[in-house]
């Protein structure tokens, strides 16, 4: 699976962004998607997570209200929709895959694409 993230830039706080990323392959429903960000000087942090069949979703609690994780199965992409957005949102994000909601969630995942750059100004 080859994952391409795409739908950063900059934006005012407040503002919305929706992040996508386009997995290859035709085993692409099989797996869990997830999104991850990484700010500068920091570690990188779990956002959101969705099963292959959408049934099981989980957005981290700094987001938790404001971003949505998203799929569409036939388009073989995952969507992040980012609303009410914070300066702190200010990081390149990053879409994650593997078979296992577990270790997408953990970090763990096989697959990762190349990561798209959001910035929030105040």
């Known amino acids: 699976v080859q994952l391409q993230a795409s739908g950063g830039g900059l934006v005012q706080a407040g503002g919305s962004l929706r992040l996508s990323c386009a997995g290859s392959?035709?085993?692409?429903?099989?797996?869990?998607m997830g999104w991850f960000r990484q700010a500068p000087g920091k570690e990188r942090e779990f956002v959101a997570v969705?099963?292959?069949?959408?049934?099981?979703?989980y957005h981290a609690d700094s987001v938790k209200g404001r971003f949505t994780i998203s799929r569409d199965n036939v388009k073989n992409t995952v969507y992040l929709q980012m609303n009410s957005l914070k300066p702190e949102d200010t990081a390149v994000y990053y879409c994650?895959?593997?078979?296992?909601?577990?270790?997408?969630?953990?970090?763990?995942?096989?697959?990762w694409g190349q990561g798209t750059l959001v910035t929030v100004s105040s």
């Open positions: 994650a895959a593997d078979l296992y909601v577990r270790a997408v969630r953990a970090g763990q995942s096989v697959y």
């Open positions: 969705i099963s292959w069949s959408g049934g099981t979703i």
């Open positions: 392959g035709r085993t692409f429903s099989s797996y869990g």
